[in-house]
């Protein structure tokens, strides 16, 4: 590909989409393979000048500039300063907050605009997801004017701590006596604190567009914990990060996750690297013995190891080489771009682990018994816990992101099935400033033909992973006239309307057709979804659901994790086994019949 042409997939536009589904969706993976999503490397290079001029540059200089220290390219004068770390975590939750961070850009299904996030969030009349309907006044789906004022309240209060000065600290200068900077105000978090909580109670999309499972808990220490504690407390957070993600990809849904990204990265220097991470190229793209040892060696063992290592090590050079692998796992992943492109977010964990660890080792008064109360320790912990170990063991109950399971391959997720013509009904949705990504595409000069295929390969892309080949076989079912609808991924389609997505299918589920039906009004059979939840630690299947936007959920089931996972991405035998346990106007659970009329088979 060329730094301005993309490597569109081989075939005759005017032909090829009169092919069946699985026909076109094998074409596409095949294509994935050794092009990934095909972009022109003009597309990267937008996001490396966003990282390093934006996120670095700019984040840099506004912490240094209003801390009083070092510039900030004297790197060797400030990396280790504490109101730095604090302002650069601050910086990272603005980007995130104003939506020029993770889930922006093409990479994320925003072509045109590449901002989602402000320009959903600051207007009145978009929907708003609320994350409990028990939580009083936080009913309906419409954003009002108090929610936006929550939202660019928020803003106002995070913009004030990064450009304020730093105050004195008694216990920062009995730690560090000669440090002069001081810290951020505590002060001037208690608002944007509060305003976390009360936007997240409102509108689940912010919550974990902020990343509030991560970013919230390094505030509130920021805010209320002395500066010991402080340290230990954000090693004790960004290790349960670390360990959560590691214990997710334990299952078999990681092994499929590493062929994808890396075939999309634009570092890898041949299509033979990318060729290698799958079993048998062109005939069987399960992941080979190589993907599984990237997968489960260098992810899910650096992962769960190396930070274990960082917690409790008092030894320097076993330290210092810990930090080099957690420093390098992170650049890795963010080479590969993957498509949620939480880049800035994974160059931040590069820097904590050198400050966290480095600035401040275990051997110098900075270890988890150096905490002021070995109760506090325990409280911390257990508190960071909770979430991954409840959405672990109930994914239905807690977003993938809370439970730590980042990039594992284990997401709810879902995949949409149109009418013909029932898709350009989205556009209708009043308040809503982009449109469907089909159609962004068509304003960008992409003929009719081009965007449809293009917006065909994140489907291809889902069918590489586990509960794609899932959600296919549901939808082959549930569907006698599929290869007449239009089929899109979930997460691209509720980027377009909510302006966020990280891969979660929450924030895509009921709720969010329900609040888009209420404001478009489909006919029965127009808009079809197929939505599965992430698997639960303890059981071998996962539990999906086919939901019509007219009449709600039609049917439910469950499929075995190992069938999926076993299948290739266009189903060459048919749909893998499915169990139906609920179905709209029947009350007993039935087998259902497959292409060839045979029974598909499942158990509990």
């Not at 062929?259 to 041949?270: I, L």
């Not at 489907?459 to 089929?487: E, F, I, N, Y």
């Not at 979804?529 to 630690?537: D, L, R």
């Not at 299948?567 to 039935?590: H, S």
Request: net charge neutral; glycine share 8%.
């Amino acid at each position: 590909m060329g730094f301005k042409t993309g490597n569109f997939p081989p075939v005759d536009p005017e032909t090829f989409l009169d092919q069946p589904l699985f026909e076109r969706t094998k074409t596409l993976a095949l294509h994935w393979v050794q092009y990934g999503f095909g972009s022109p490397k003009m597309i990267h290079t937008v996001y490396v000048v966003k990282l390093l001029v934006l996120y670095v540059a700019g984040g840099t200089a506004l912490a240094t500039l209003t801390s009083g220290t070092a510039p900030f390219w004297d790197v060797a004068g400030w990396w280790n300063e504490p109101i730095v770390y604090q302002k650069l975590v601050l910086w990272t939750l603005l980007l995130e907050a104003i939506g020029l961070a993770g889930s922006w850009g093409p990479l994320a299904g925003k072509f045109k605009p590449m901002t989602g996030g402000v320009l959903f969030w600051a207007r009145p009349g978009s929907i708003r997801l609320r994350p409990w309907k028990r939580v009083p006044f936080t009913g309906g789906d419409t954003r009002g004017v108090v929610d936006v004022i929550l939202y660019l309240a928020f803003l106002t209060a995070l913009l004030t701590a990064l450009v304020l000065p730093g105050v004195h600290s008694d216990t920062l200068t009995a730690a560090l006596p000669h440090n002069s900077t001081g810290l951020v105000d505590p002060s001037l978090l208690y608002a944007p604190i509060t305003l976390y909580v009360l936007t997240g109670l409102r509108d689940k999309t912010l919550f974990l567009a902020f990343r509030g499972e991560q970013y919230l808990p390094a505030v509130v220490f920021f805010a209320f914990l002395p500066f010991v504690d402080m340290i230990v407390a954000a090693k004790l957070l960004i290790v349960c990060v670390w360990v959560g993600a590691g214990v997710s990809k334990f299952g078999r849904h990681f092994s499929n996750v590493i062929p994808p990204m890396v075939s999309n990265s634009p570092c890898v220097p041949g299509k033979w690297i990318r060729r290698a991470h799958y079993r048998d190229f062109p005939r069987d793209l399960r992941p080979s013995r190589l993907a599984t040892f990237m997968a489960h060696v260098g992810g899910t063992t650096v992962e769960v190891v190396t930070p274990l290592v960082l917690l409790f090590s008092t030894d320097h050079r076993l330290t210092v080489a810990a930090v080099v692998l957690m420093v390098t796992f992170h650049l890795f992943i963010t080479s590969t771009f993957p498509l949620a492109v939480p880049l800035e977010w994974n160059i931040l964990f590069g820097y904590l682990a050198v400050f966290l660890f480095l600035g401040f080792p275990n051997d110098g008064g900075y270890g988890v018994t150096d905490m002021s109360s070995a109760w506090l320790a325990l409280l911390i912990t257990t508190g960071l816990m909770v979430f991954p170990v409840l959405g672990n063991l109930r994914p239905d109950l807690v977003s993938f992101l809370p439970s730590m399971r980042q990039y594992a391959g284990n997401w709810a997720s879902a995949l949409w099935a149109f009418a013909p013509g029932a898709e350009a009904k989205l556009n209708t949705v009043a308040h809503r400033p982009t449109v469907n990504q089909i159609d962004q595409l068509g304003a960008m000069g992409y003929s009719p033909e081009a965007a449809e295929i293009t917006m065909q390969q994140p489907v291809a892309w889902r069918s590489m992973h586990s509960q794609g080949r899932g959600l296919l076989s549901v939808l082959a079912h549930a569907l006698p006239d599929l290869d007449s609808r239009t089929v899109r991924e979930a997460e691209f389609g509720c980027n377009s309307l909510v302006g966020f997505n990280f891969g979660d299918g929450h924030l895509h589920d009921e709720d969010l057709i329900r609040a888009v039906q209420r404001r478009v009004g489909f006919a029965p059979g127009e808009w079809v979804v197929v939505w599965v939840e992430s698997q639960a630690i303890h059981s071998p299947v996962q539990h999906y659901k086919v939901i019509d936007a007219a009449l709600g959920v039609v049917e439910r089931g469950h499929w075995k994790v190992a069938d999926a996972v076993n299948e290739q991405p266009w189903l060459p035998n048919g749909p893998i086994p499915l169990t139906v346990t609920f179905r709209r106007d029947e009350p007993e659970a039935d087998p259902v019949a497959g292409h060839d009329g045979a029974a598909l088979e499942g158990s509990a």
